[in-house]
């Protein structure tokens, strides 16, 4: 009885393994690999819940470090209409200037351009406007600045491929203004940069019409001047660049698109103080103080419906619970998806109980026009690829 006892006691053990096996398997996925140390598996898709939610952010802070300027508009599909703009100080060629001019033969502005975002054949209406209070960095990017306009946009059309052709927007300005408001002011106001900006407090450049595309322009650029040529009381022709330096904003009109919010199957992602997205990785909890060592951690988020033909931007910024940048978020192009690598930060929502929370931005949000939605449908969701190690 014993010897029969023995023999149906191993089999018997055997099942209760491979069955012990296959509950653990049915819980933590099927790629197992396994050795007296340790298991490592890849967590199965049914046990991966990732959340999104959608802000509206609302007017972004200005900055001296910002040296991009963006100029035009576009209608989006989903978000609306998007207007961008930008005002700048004008600075002395030299401390205790002098002009002493008869008459000016021309007055130009030259913006350098870098890029654009929309249609490559955009057409421009651009209205100049003259400042008529001092600007500073407290502005945010959606408040009004009061100016008065010197060249109405109806007359003054220019085209997006001659300047990305050229590489710079120029802008004449009216030689009496210029007069005016410049060559003509008192040598108490021509000392030095900052008693020439206390009278002559800038420029606004803005378009007036839908332009389907937003403009780049690097005004922190040696090359962004504005450059007078007129003729001396001595009858002698002379040429000053007056530097674009000093205070730099950027202005940005968009639509309320707050129902948006309400949407949490897409992720919705606009510059210019648009939209920001969350993405919530709570089912991790599940895994703290459980030992686990995360081997891999690779996060996938596809775009959306092609971005509705409008171009896919190519990064967006991820950042942690601890308001940094997570390296990474580049799109792959082959499969229309934004990839990042979140091993440290997973590894610490696990054993240091960080906050599963995520923080989605358009890259350079405040220095670009982009949008981007992604998917996070019941058929097409975020992605984790998620490698655990149990020791």
Do not use: W
């Not at 502005?139 to 997006?160: G, H």
């Not at 001396?232 to 009109?253: C, K, T, W």
């Amino acid at each position: 009885m014993h010897t029969i006892s023995k023999y149906f006691f191993i089999p018997f053990l055997l099942i209760s393994l491979i069955f012990s096996c296959e509950n653990e398997t049915s819980l933590i996925g099927e790629n197992i690999l396994a050795n007296d140390e340790y298991v490592v598996f890849i967590l199965d898709d049914s046990l991966i819940n990732i959340k999104s939610s959608s802000i509206q952010e609302g007017p972004i802070n200005q900055s001296p470090s910002n040296d991009i300027n963006l100029l035009g508009g576009y209608v989006d599909p989903v978000f609306g209409t998007n207007k961008a703009s930008f005002c700048f100080e004008i600075g002395l060629p030299n401390n205790d200037m002098s002009f002493n001019v008869n008459s000016i033969e021309s007055a130009k502005i030259t913006l350098p351009y870098i890029g654009y975002y929309g249609d490559s054949l955009a057409e421009y209406q651009i209205e100049i406007s003259h400042l008529t209070e001092n600007i500073n960095y407290d502005f945010d990017s959606n408040d009004s600045i009061n100016s008065n306009v010197i060249m109405n946009s109806v007359n003054n059309v220019e085209q997006l491929s001659n300047v990305r052709s050229s590489g710079y927007l120029e802008l004449e300005l009216p030689n009496d203004f210029v007069y005016d408001n410049i060559l003509n002011l008192s040598d108490e106001f021509l000392q030095n940069d900052s008693t020439f900006k206390n009278n002559f407090k800038g420029l606004h450049i803005k378009t007036n019409s839908l332009n389907s595309a937003v403009m780049y322009f690097n005004l922190n650029s040696d090359d962004a001047v504005l450059n007078v040529k007129y003729i001396d009381s001595e009858m002698q022709e002379q040429e000053n660049d007056f530097p674009i330096n000093g205070v730099r904003l950027n202005n940005f009109q968009l639509e309320d698109n707050s129902d948006l919010e309400q949407i949490d199957s897409l992720i919705f992602l606009q510059s210019m103080g648009g939209f920001i997205s969350e993405i919530d990785l709570s089912f991790l909890n599940n895994f703290s103080d459980s030992g686990y060592i995360v081997n891999e951690a690779l996060l996938s988020l596809e775009v959306y419906n092609d971005n509705n033909g409008m171009q896919i931007p190519n990064k967006i910024s991820f950042i942690d619970s601890n308001n940094e940048e997570i390296s990474g978020g580049t799109l792959n192009t082959e499969t229309s998806s934004y990839e990042i690598n979140i091993t440290r930060e997973v590894q610490k929502i696990i054993t240091d109980g960080d906050s599963p929370i995520i923080k989605l931005y358009p890259y350079q949000r405040g220095a670009s026009a982009s949008r981007i939605i992604i998917n996070n449908t019941t058929s097409k969701p975020i992605r984790l690829k998620l490698v655990l190690i149990k020791v």
